[in-house]
């Protein structure tokens, strides 16, 4: 099965843009969860979604949001971006029933930068 | 705060020396999960040992969990220059789709 991909995978912006990132997860599964990782904070849980629905979400900012569509593929929009958004954003993905709190499979994550 | 803290932050050792890193966190939980991170990249998942389970092996990797603590452990044995990364663990938190990860350990392997 081919892994976990995220597109792009690095992407530079000015603040105030906006910005939209893309997870396709492993074929058949169906949560997708999402993480913003910085040197500062570590790694924090942005969200995560099970067929379509977002049953859990971190604490950020409403300025980040995100989707999941029939295809399980996921999508993470981030607006009036700010300098503190610079990080790297993983997506995984999780065959489990339990989805979030099963083993995660994690794509190679998109480095976004913020001037 | 996060809900795992990782001791120590930094690890540096020799090759086919072993190196132990642990991890605490604070809420009840339904497993605890290890993942490898190489420099920048995506995470790896290592291993997963329930809340039920007190000790898990995988090759190299040996994981302990003490529910009354609070408390894992990640051993590597007979480490590799290869073994070089970040380690985290991950708690999936009780009762939640939550998956929390800790601060991480830096691992460094010398040849």
């Known amino acids: 099965k081919a892994g976990v991909t995220q597109t792009p995978r690095y992407l530079i912006k000015t603040r105030g843009q906006q910005v939209t990132l893309s997870c396709s997860p492993i074929s058949g599964h169906r949560s997708v969860s999402w993480y913003q990782q910085t040197p500062g904070q570590g790694l924090q849980f942005l969200f995560e979604?099970?067929?379509?629905?977002?049953?859990n979400k971190g604490n950020f900012p409403g300025r980040f949001s995100g989707r999941q569509f029939s295809n399980s593929r996921s999508e993470m929009n981030v607006s009036t971006l700010e300098l503190g958004d610079s990080a790297l954003y993983l997506c995984?993905?999780?065959?489990?029933?339990?989805?979030?709190?099963?083993?995660?499979?994690f794509g190679p994550g998109t480095r976004l930068t913020v001037l | 705060s996060q809900q795992g803290e990782e001791d120590p932050q930094a690890l540096s050792i020799q090759e086919g020396e072993n190196a132990t890193m642990n991890c605490s966190y604070k809420?009840?939980?339904?497993?605890l999960q290890w993942y490898r991170q190489n420099s920048g990249r995506g995470l790896v998942h290592l291993i997963l040992?329930?809340?039920?389970?007190r000790e898990k092996h995988s090759g190299r990797l040996r994981v302990t969990l003490d529910t009354s603590k609070k408390s894992s452990s990640l051993l590597i044995t007979a480490s590799r220059a290869a073994d070089t990364a970040s380690y985290f663990c991950?708690?999936?938190?009780?009762?939640?789709?939550?998956?929390?990860f800790g601060t991480g350990t830096r691992l460094q392997v010398f040849p």
């Open positions: 991950a708690t999936g938190l009780y009762n939640t789709d939550k998956l929390i």
């Open positions: 995984a993905s999780s065959g489990g029933i339990t989805g979030g709190t099963d083993t995660q499979y």
């Open positions: 040992i329930r809340s039920n389970e």
């Open positions: 979604y099970f067929s379509e629905t977002q049953r």
């Open positions: 809420t009840s939980i339904n497993n």
